[in-house]
Nanobody, 121 residues
Framework: QVTLKESGGGLVQAGDSLRLACAASGRTSPTNSMGWFRQAPGKEREFIAARRWSDGSTDYANSVKGRFAISGIYAKKPVYLQLNILTPDDTAVYYC??????????????WGQGTQVTVSS
């Protein structure tokens, strides 16, 4: 069993930055990966970024590439998602998830409860 908990969300203005954190506990495995997703009201869950623990490789959605950055080395330590140059379109609940590195949300087994990010114009 793996427990994930996100933190760091909030209300910011367009152009601001935020850093989200995901703390993992339980039976995490260095062979797994951690992904970040977001879901805005009325929209489907959207892949943001993922990092594989074994080689540190990362993957980013085109919509956030160059603005967001995932950092973290091993599942036992907090993993961060740095959000820069935020726009109102980034408003959503942000989730971290543990599983196989993938852009598909159903490839991830464990999920946090989410943290709200609201960007005002």
């Amino acid at each position: 069993q793996v427990t994930l908990k996100e933190s760091g969300g909030g209300l910011v203005q367009a152009g601001d930055s935020l850093r989200l954190a995901c703390a993992a506990s339980g039976r995490t495995s260095p062979t797994n990966s951690m992904g970040w997703f977001r879901q805005a009201p009325g929209k489907e869950r959207e892949f943001i970024a993922a990092r594989r623990w074994s080689d540190g490789s990362t993957d980013y959605a085109n919509s956030v590439k160059g603005r967001f950055a995932i950092s973290g080395i091993y599942a036992k330590k907090p993993v961060y998602l740095q959000l820069n140059i935020l726009t109102p379109d980034d408003t959503a609940v942000y989730y971290c998830a543990s599983g196989l590195i993938s852009r598909r949300w159903d490839d991830y087994t464990y999920w946090g409860q989410g943290t709200q990010v609201t960007v005002s114009s």
